[in-house]
């Protein structure tokens, strides 16, 4: 079965400090892993994909199949990341399907 | 370009009813699929559809349908409404299916009292 679980439902870190969002996953094949956000009173949006292998607004992720992990990680974290953030899966059946974690609620303190 | 519209926003429904709601994907992205979004069971896929084609459906029971038209706009219903069905329903769009970008709506929030 596919899983995804993001043992975190809430984060807090100052601006400034590293943050790093936690994501496993449970897929017996090659997955496909996401990471999407929501910013307040937006919509979910990509951030970022782990075939890319970009940075985007700072945050990386790494797909680490030994350890079945994609965690999110920003080395400085600034203001405007405080959001909702989604890991999400894709198993053969396509990206369309994706299957999230419960989410992590990321709040940056001044 | 517009993004994804999804109508009604905002829906309240008594329990037996059914419901229609209503996504328009984003120009040119002909794969459209559903999630519901609830507190306790977070996003969960519903369906997907490419080509007015179901190509994947998710383990929701059969009174949740859906269907695509011509012009890539797609509908699902939910027959039967129970309390439980209360929730978010998110439409995404893409260009295609495999591998794209999901792009999402603000979503339809239905509430059955």
């Known amino acids: 079965a596919q899983r995804v679980t993001q043992p975190e439902k809430l984060l807090s870190v100052f601006k400034g400090a590293p943050v790093e969002l936690k994501c496993n996953y449970s897929?017996?094949?090659?997955?496909?892993l996401f990471w999407y956000v929501q910013y307040s009173r937006q919509r979910l949006q990509l951030l970022l994909r782990?075939?890319s292998r970009e940075s985007i607004k700072g945050f990386t992720a790494d797909l680490n199949k030994g350890e079945t992990s994609f965690h999110l990680k920003k080395p400085f974290a600034q203001e405007e990341d405080s959001a909702m953030y989604y890991c999400?899966?894709?198993?053969?059946?396509?990206?369309?399907?994706?299957?999230f974690g419960q989410g992590t609620r990321l709040t940056i303190n001044p | 370009k517009a993004g994804v519209t999804q109508t009604p926003r905002y829906l309240i429904k008594t329990r037996g009813q059914q419901v229609t709601l209503s996504c328009s994907p984003i120009?040119?992205?002909?794969?459209v699929s559903w999630y519901q979004q609830t507190p306790g069971q977070g996003l969960q896929f519903l369906f997907e559809?490419?080509?007015?084609?179901?190509?994947n459906k998710g383990n929701f029971p059969g009174r949740f349908s859906g269907r695509q038209f011509s012009n890539s706009r797609s509908e699902m219903n939910v027959s039967t409404l129970e309390l439980g069905d209360s929730a978010l329903y998110l439409c995404?769009?893409?260009?295609?299916?495999?591998?794209?970008?999901?792009?999402f709506g603000e979503g339809s929030r239905l509430t059955v009292l």
């Open positions: 120009s040119g992205h002909r794969s």
């Open positions: 782990h075939i």
């Open positions: 995404a769009s893409s260009r295609d299916t495999g591998g794209g970008e999901l792009f």
């Open positions: 897929y017996s094949g090659s997955p496909e």
């Open positions: 559809y490419f080509s007015e084609t179901q190509r």
């Open positions: 999400a899966l894709s198993g053969y059946q396509g990206a369309q399907k994706l299957v």
